[in-house]
């Protein structure tokens, strides 16, 4: 009997611990098949358990779901989904995995966006590698309620928001993302920035407006604060600004090399060879060399500037007319001996 009672006490102890080594197998052993470093999950809002397990076999990301499964119900995550994107590690357990994604610690993803002419443009940059439907940005920023609240309408709009890289989480929202760039912005409108602003009597908005002028003019930074000068000083004596990149904007042909005489008569607001001061809003979005340009434009007495005609990207600046139609004389030969006619 003796003999027996021990032999039964044996056998439960093994299969104790046999069902003790499978359990702890579930939870802490490895349960992670790809080869990589890491691997990322995404997680959309508004997901329920079912969908994370549909995005882990989809994506065969584990070797086992079955204890994957087991484990999120034994530490409650079934309930508790969070949205957002996490990075898995190739050494990671269910119990890991369960406590990652039940954590909500997200791995942030970086935007930027620069170059950018229309809001469809930049809606599709900067949500590239975000959650949010470009589309819905749209809509979001051509909003007048919406940005009106934020001291913007839609013309304006598109200088709120100033390129540079950015930290933000996968799932951020379209109006988080919103309030997240009218942070920057406030941000990058410092106190020494208002003050020059105040002092050359434009707002925040006509600055970027001014700026985006100057952008499109050069690409040569420092030759920027000389163009804003430009601008600057035909602002001042009540000149008609005739930017060329202001009319190639109002008929919307970016494709345009040489402004012709029939493009300088399409009737926009944003046509400066017709109507007087700045457009109604920013041609393109300013970078931050172009607004600093502007803020700490050059003092001279130019109020003429064509682009030289060696194509260097750099131009001959004139205080007369005359001066200034020699040169422009100039480019228009090169611009003929390359065969650019439009």
Known sequence: MKKLIFL?????????????????????NPNIIFNKDKE????????????????????????????????????????????????LKSNMSNNDIVDLLRSGEQEPVNISFNNVRTIPELAGKITKNLEVDSSQFVKLLQNNKFILKYG???????????????????????????????????????????????????SQSQISTLASIVQMETIKNDEKPIVAGVYINRLKKGMLLQADPTVIYAVGDFSIKRVLKKHLSVNSPYNTYLHKGLPPGPICIPNISSIDAVLNYKHHNYVFFCAKEDFSGYHNFATTLHQHNINARKFQRALNKRKIYK
């Not at 044996?10 to 299969?15: H, K, M, R, T």
């Not at 079955?66 to 996490?86: C, P």
């Open 40 to 87: 990322y999950i995404y997680i959309p809002t508004d997901s329920d358990f079912n969908d994370v397990v549909f995005i882990l076999e989809n994506k065969k990301l584990v070797k086992d779901i079955a204890s994957f499964k087991w484990v999120a119900e034994k530490k409650h995550y079934i309930n508790k989904v969070k949205s957002g994107r996490y990075k």
């Open 152 to 202: 913007f309408n839609r013309n304006t709009i598109i200088s709120m928001f100033i390129p540079n890289t950015y930290e933000l989480y996968w799932n951020t929202s379209k109006q988080d993302l919103f309030k997240r760039m009218a942070t920057e912005y406030k941000k990058f409108w410092n106190t020494e920035r208002k003050t020059k602003a105040k002092k050359l009597a434009l």
């Open 8 to 28: 039964i006490i044996i056998i439960v102890l093994s299969l104790a611990t046999i069902y003790a080594y499978l359990i702890y197998n579930k939870i802490y």
